[in-house]
């Protein structure tokens, strides 16, 4: 009776190695596949950001640009209290 029981334990044992072998490679594929992902995604960044054409720089200053006429309230006010007719 003993001897059945310890097979048996070994045999649980060994398809739990096995499910859990099999869960640890395909987490693994999925992660490799992501990385993957990300790579592609950094080096498509690498060669637009060492483009000679595109200028980073510029960009951020018209950013900035922008954002200070947005912020500044600009434009021209409307002269409410006297009522303007168009």
Partial sequence: MVAIWAKHKEKVAAMQV???AAATAEKAAQYSSQVQ???DR???LERIVTDR???VATQ???LR??????QSDSGVPL???NQEKV
């Avoid at 640009?65 to 947005?70: A, G, H, K, S």
């Fill in 37 to 39: 992902k990300l790579e």
């Fill in 65 to 70: 640009d922008v954002r200070d006429v947005e």
């Fill in 42 to 44: 950094v080096q498509v």
């Fill in 18 to 20: 096995n499910t859990t």
């Fill in 60 to 62: 951020i200053e018209a």
């Fill in 79 to 81: 002269n409410v209290s």
């Fill in 53 to 55: 054409g595109y200028d």
